[in-house]
Structure formats: structure tokens, C-alpha cells
């Protein structure tokens, strides 16, 4: 009778499906996901700014996002200009020559309303009712301005001094802030240098045009062809001049982004291809400005001109494609047991975890803080010789991401939350409940479902046949961060990751003057981290070969603007000794919610795990940012994330760092995403093992080198039961005869 009266309730509440409708689930495995909104969700705007041009899922947590979330858009920082689409036209302006630093912040950005430079607009429309999204490729957006069969198409793009533009009816007019002068060309013919404000520009119309109005603020080309582009001159010399004519009318058509990770040499080869269409002339290629994390790994030389910008000097290159090259040192599942921390402690710090009360769903990114600490446990466990916690509380992350990844209830109907629903306006999979914004404004994706894949990763190691019946969960949340696939029916390519930049975006809708924004950089590292580890357990080459190259990319972006280790790229006038959150147009020491002086250095260390050890490479520096942490605390007791701080110093000094944890364990204020266990085998571990030796790589991906006084000690992971020899790039073999963690002591000469 009970069961009889369960099925009547559970069919009170199935919802009845619409003729024609599509299913309220799609099938994923024994899982799947919400077809549609569940009807205690949130769901982004429904309206994208976009042309029928554009088809398939619309790149959200970009540079350029504003564009298609608002009838114009808000100030975008390709670098090394900046811009905003208006009324008028295309605002261009350039930083590079007010850029400054204070105590609390890099300053590069756009004023707002800025008429400081200049409008590139339409001679025959004053004002346009919007722009909207016309197109895109991996770097470089295009914005159509339509009114009245009057229309302009500009397109522009990361690292890209040139503003491309086509017209139809009418031609292209440039309005300055003041009368500009002219340094090269005559208004007669179709190119001119102009200087304003201490800034040059180069105006490219077609060939037997002219431009009128010198001697006013106002500049219009006199043409019957459709096109013209503008550019921002690193000088104003004869050379520059020459140069940014030669290219002025090769358009650019189509950015591409490739990697390719090189095992053997553990080296990550990415691509940056430009395709133009030659509009006069037959040239090819493209000038593009390089970031310091691009120019200091190029092959081959830039050019001899350079921009100032907010994440240091930009250098100049002519090219159809570039590579850089850039070294990948590795990752560990955990650390291993190399006797630092005392077995019984640790023992009882782990049963506790075990026996610790599940915490009960509250969202996306706070269970997946719960989902990733239980994942770093278990390697532990495991090295401690703790099977039963290990499978303890891997039943208990099985149990969580199945009840994720499971859209029904009991009864077969949708569950109102504890599931993921996609949107396909904009094409996403947003977790219910959401948090931060992570479905109205579609933010932090990479911090959310980064736990949840670093989870589904460590799970794979152990069980192989539970990452068999839920790959395609897993791998839709991969997808929808970073989709490889530009041809992805579901997903954008690469959502959170700007290949250009080296690094993620959190906004969906980058709706703010100082552009997008990125503060917990570790936080998509540890998104990266997932891939790699997902597709390491699983055999899934391009995913863990995805995941290697934006770990590494965004690694060196984190190293030069982030924390600036060479001290090169941050204005001298700022003296904090890290940047908390990039913005496009600005860097900012603070966070969204704390002013905390642990937190703001914490908030780009968490959550420390195997995947962590880039935080050591630069120890001097380590040991600069916890001295400036000190100081910044006024030397009181630490009063928030105090584990995570003595993490922190153990990557430079883990003997002072013991001392801490031993001091304050019990007492001391701890961060949610952690635990005492894991905090005490970090500390304890590299108090045996020494710092960490980045230089030396290894031909398989889980790896590590560490170094402490005359020995040098190599650790290596390996899943395969049958074993493996891991070469490491100095010579040294370390021969591992069966799965597990495997170390080795060499005398330094």
C-alpha cells in the first residue's frame, strides 16, 4: 500500500510534457542533465546582442563579452589599445602613456567617456541605435554598426595595434579630441600619421582616396571603396610609418590558437595563425604586439618597437603565425610520504575528516570546495597506509557527483536542485544552485566546475570503471570551461581561457569600465589541473594534453602579471608585491570580499594540492611575498586562513613553517577548502624533500623535483600496475617497478 501511494505522489508531480517539446532531461550515461530552467533557477538575459551572422553557442568570460550582452558595449582592453563601441562609432584610445601605479592598484585604463583620442565613425551616420556581435574568432571580435542601410563593420582584436573597418553607405569619418597634427602622408592621398596628446596614429583609407578637414578635429576619407583601417603607431618615424602602411589593408579575417604538448621535452608549443584578406597589395600577414609571457618564449626576434601597457611592455611583430615555447614542469596526484609528519598524527587528523558529518548542498562552488578537499585526502590516505578512509571518503565524492549528476529524483521527474540544466542561447551548463553569479551572469565556471573535475579525476586514478560510466558528465563540465572544439554544438571554444592573454576570464559579461577580470588565479589552475588528471586516468590524451597547455600558459601569465617574480612589468610606483586581480584595463590589490590582508595574498594560493608546486618556483620571491604579508598584517597573529599561509611559507622556509602549524593548529582561524591533515603532510613533506627545482622536467606529466641543501630528490606518480622508467630531462632515470609514488635521493656535486 505505501508503495502504491508513492507512485500516485510521484505522478502528481511529473510534469506533463508539451506536444513537440523537447524531453525535460537529456540522457547522459546514468546520468544527464535539465533540458530547460528548472523552476527554482536563475537564468542569464535573454537577449544576446548578436547578428544573424553569428550561429552556435556565443563566447561568454571574454575581453569583448560586453558586446553581446548590452546594445554597445563597455570598455574592452585588447591591448595595447582600448576600446568601446558607442553611439558614434568605435571610442579607440591609448593607456600606454598614463599608465600608474599606488598602493592599491595598477592604473591602464579607458576614462569613461574618454574623448581623449579619438571616434572612428561613418561620414554619413551620426549616431547608430547599437552595435552588436557580427563575428569572432580566437582572438579577434568583429562589431556591426547598422542605421538606415548606413552599416560599419569593425574588426579588431587582442594584441593588435589596427582597427579594420568596412562601409557601407557612406565612408569612414575620425573625430578627435582636438585638432590632431600631421607628421607623415598629405590629406591629399590615402594615408596619414597623426600625433595627439603625445600619441600616433596611423589613418589607412583606399588607395585613390584623400582625407578632408585637416586643420580641424574632424577627418573624413573621400572614397568610393568599402574599406579603411586605423592603427596605433608604437612612433612617429618614418620607419614605424612605412611599416604600418605596408600592412594597413591586409585585414584580418581569422585568429587561430593551437597547442601541441611535447611529452618527451615536457614543452608546450602553442600557435597563434592569422589569416587576412588582402583588400590592396598581396601581403599576408599581420603586426601583432606581444605580451611579455609571449615574447620571452618566441621563436624567432620581434621587431624593434615596443608598447607600454598594464601587464609590461608589448613587442611589435610582423607575421602570419607565431609559437612560442614554453616549459612544462609537471604535477603530482598528492605529495608522497617521505616520513615529515609523525604516522599516528596523521593517522587521527585523517580518521576525523572520515568520521567529520557530511556538509549539506549549499552551491556549485561550496560543495565543490568540500569535493576538492576530499579529493586531496585521498592520495594521503593512501600514502599513510589508510585504505579504509581512502575508500571512505572516495564512496563519499562518488556519492556526491553522482546525486550532481543525476537530474531525476526517485520518482523520474526533474529534481528542483543538486543538478546542472543547459541554457542554449548562450550555450552553457549551469549548476543549480549557483552562486556568484554563476548562472544570471554566467561567472567563474573554471572556479566552480574545477573542483568538481579535480574530484572526478582523482576518483579515475582509483577506479577506472566508475570514470567509464560517468565520463560524459565530466566531460560536458570540462567542455563547457574549455571546449578544444570550435565546432562544439553545446559549447564556445575554450570559454574561461584567452589563448592570446595566457589566462582565464571570470565575467561572463565583462560588463565593467575596467573590462574583465580574473582574481583566484589558482582557482583556474586548479580547473586545469582536473584536466590533466581526468585525462591522464582515463587515457584521454587531448584532454590531459589541454589541460597541460593552459596549466602552463596560465602558470607564466601568473608568474609575470600576477606576481611580476622578474619584477619587470609592474610600474614602480606600485609596491605591493603581488597583484591580486587583473582586470583588463587596471590591476587591483584587494578582493570582491575581503579586505584581509591574508586573503588577498591566500586568494591566489587555494586550494593547494599536488597541482600547486609552481606556487615554489620562484622561491626569493616566496620568500618577498610572505615578508610583504607580514608586514601588511603588522606582524599580529594570523586571523584568517592561517593554514593556507603556513602552506604558503613551507614552499621557502618549511622548518618556520612547522613551527606555525605546531604553534596554532588548534587555535588559529583555518580556510573552508581545507583540512588539518592536508595542511600538516604538506608542510611535513617539503620539509623533508626541500624546495622545488622547476629546471628539471621529466617525459611523463606527473612528476616533481625538489632540491634541500646537497641532495636533489625526484618523485614520480605512475597508474600503470606493470611499471614504468621515468627519464628526467638532467639524465637521471627513476625506474618505477609497480602504481603508487615513487622517490629517489641523488648527491648534488
Not at 507 to 519: K, P, T, W
Not at 638 to 652: F, G, K, N, Q, T
Request: with cysteine; aromatic share 12%.
Amino acid at each position: 500500500m505505501r508503495r502504491f501511494l508513492l507512485i500516485l505522489v510521484c505522478l502528481a508531480f511529473l510534469p506533463a510534457p508539451a506536444r513537440g517539446a523537447e524531453p525535460n532531461v537529456i540522457a547522459v550515461g546514468p546520468g544527464g542533465y535539465a533540458a530547460a530552467r528548472p523552476a527554482t533557477a536563475k537564468s542569464p538575459q535573454d537577449t544576446i546582442y548578436a547578428t544573424e551572422a553569428v550561429a552556435g553557442p556565443i563566447p561568454t568570460n571574454d575581453w569583448w563579452s560586453s558586446l553581446a550582452w548590452m546594445p554597445f558595449s563597455e570598455r574592452q582592453y585588447p591591448h595595447p589599445l582600448a576600446v568601446q563601441a558607442e553611439k558614434g562609432g568605435m571610442r579607440v584610445f591609448f593607456p600606454g602613456n598614463r599608465i600608474t601605479g599606488t598602493r592599491d592598484a595598477i592604473f591602464g585604463f579607458m576614462p569613461a567617456g574618454s574623448a581623449d583620442d579619438l571616434l572612428f565613425g561613418h561620414s554619413n551616420q551620426k549616431e547608430f541605435p547599437e552595435a552588436r556581435l557580427d563575428g569572432f574568432s580566437d582572438w579577434f571580435v568583429r562589431a556591426r554598426f547598422e542605421a538606415g542601410g548606413n552599416e560599419m563593420l569593425i574588426t579588431y582584436g587582442h594584441g593588435s595595434p589596427y582597427i579594420f573597418a568596412r562601409f557601407t553607405g557612406g565612408g569612414p569619418q575620425v573625430t578627435f579630441a582636438k585638432p590632431p597634427k600631421v607628421f607623415a602622408g598629405d590629406t591629399a592621398g590615402p594615408a596619414i600619421g597623426v600625433t595627439l596628446n603625445g600619441k600616433h596614429y596611423g589613418l589607412f583609407g583606399p588607395s585613390g582616396s584623400k582625407w578632408e578637414g585637416e586643420g580641424g578635429a574632424v577627418l573624413t576619407c573621400t572614397t568610393s571603396k568599402d574599406y579603411c583601417s586605423l592603427a596605433l603607431l608604437p612612433d612617429d618615424s618614418p620607419a614605424a610609418f612605412a611599416l604600418f602602411s605596408k600592412y594597413a589593408h591586409a585585414h584580418v579575417s581569422d585568429s587561430r590558437f593551437e597547442t601541441r604538448f611535447e611529452e618527451a621535452e615536457s614543452v608546450v608549443t602553442s600557435t597563434f595563425t592569422v589569416v587576412t584578406e588582402a583588400l590592396e597589395g598581396s601581403e599576408r600577414g599581420t603586426l601583432v604586439a606581444l605580451y611579455p609571457h609571449q615574447w620571452k618564449h618566441l621563436e624567432g626576434e620581434p621587431l624593434p618597437w615596443t608598447y607600454n601597457s598594464v601587464r609590461g611592455e608589448m613587442k611589435l611583430l610582423a607575421c602570419e603565425s607565431f609559437e612560442t615555447r614554453h616549459r612544462f614542469s609537471g604535477v603530482l596526484p598528492g605529495l608522497p610520504n617521505v616520513a615529515g609528519c609523525d604516522r599516528a598524527e596523521m593517522a587521527k587528523l585523517l580518521r576525523a575528516e572520515a568520521e567529520r558529518p557530511l556538509p549539506p548542498i549549499k552551491d556549485t562552488y561550496w560543495d565543490g570546495k568540500w569535493l576538492g578537499a576530499t579529493a586531496t585526502l585521498i592520495p594521503i590516505a593512501e600514502e599513510y597506509g589508510e585504505a579504509e578512509i581512502a575508500e571512505k571518503l572516495q564512496g563519499r565524492l562518488k556519492a556526491r557527483l553522482e546525486a550532481w549528476f543525476t537530474p531525476v529524483n526517485e520518482c523520474g521527474g526533474v529534481k528542483p536542485e543538486q543538478l546542472f540544466w543547459y541554457n542554449k542561447p548562450w550555450g552553457t551548463l549551469i549548476g543549480h544552485p549557483a552562486s556568484y553569479g554563476s548562472d544570471v551572469e554566467l561567472n567563474d565556471h573554471h572556479f566552480h566546475y574545477g573542483y568538481f573535475l579535480r574530484a572526478a579525476g582523482e576518483i579515475a586514478r582509483r577506479d577506472p570503471a566508475w570514470a567509464t560510466k560517468w565520463a560524459g558528465m565530466v566531460e560536458l563540465l570540462a567542455r563547457d570551461t574549455a571546449s578544444p572544439n570550435r565546432a562544439d554544438p553545446l559549447f564556445p571554444f575554450l570559454r574561461n581561457f584567452d589563448p592570446y592573454a595566457g589566462h582565464s576570464w571570470a565575467a561572463g559579461h565583462a560588463r565593467f569600465g575596467d573590462g574583465n577580470n580574473n582574481e583566484s588565479s589558482s582557482e583556474a589552475m586548479n580547473c586545469w589541473y582536473g584536466l590533466i588528471l581526468w585525462g591522464q586516468f582515463t587515457g584521454d590524451r587531448a584532454m590531459r594534453d589541454l589541460g597541460i597547455a593552459l596549466y602552463t600558459l596560465e602558470m607564466n601569465a601568473i608568474h609575470e602579471y600576477w606576481f611580476d617574480v622578474h619584477d619587470a612589468n609592474h610600474p614602480a610606483e606600485y609596491t605591493p608585491s603581488v597583484v591580486t586581480m587583473i582586470w583588463g584595463g587596471k590591476g587591483a590589490n584587494g578582493t570582491w570580499f575581503s579586505g584581509n590582508a591574508e586573503v588577498i595574498h591566500g586568494i591566489n594560493w587555494l586550494p593547494i594540492h599536488g597541482g600547486s608546486l609552481y606556487l615554489g618556483h620562484y622561491p626569493e620571491y616566496v620568500e618577498k611575498n610572505y615578508a610583504a604579508l607580514r608586514e601588511e598584517n603588522n606582524g599580529k597573529p594570523w586571523d584568517e586562513w592561517a593554514d593556507l599561509v603556513w602552506m604558503y611559507r613551507a614552499l621557502s622556509n618549511p622548518e618556520d613553517a612547522m613551527r606555525q602549524f605546531r604553534a596554532g593548529r588548534d587555535s588559529a582561524p583555518k580556510e573552508g577548502g581545507n583540512t588539518t591533515a592536508n595542511t600538516y603532510h604538506w608542510i611535513g613533506s617539503l620539509a623533508q624533500l626541500g624546495r622545488v627545482r622547476p629546471g628539471i622536467t621529466a617525459n611523463t606529466p606527473l612528476h616533481a623535483v625538489f632540491e634541500k641543501e646537497t641532495a636533489r630528490t625526484y618523485v614520480a606518480y605512475s597508474a600503470a600496475e606493470q611499471g614504468e622508467t621515468v627519464t628526467f630531462s638532467d639524465g637521471f632515470r627513476l625506474v618505477i617497478p609497480k602504481a603508487g609514488f615513487f622517490t629517489a635521493e641523488r648527491p648534488l656535486k
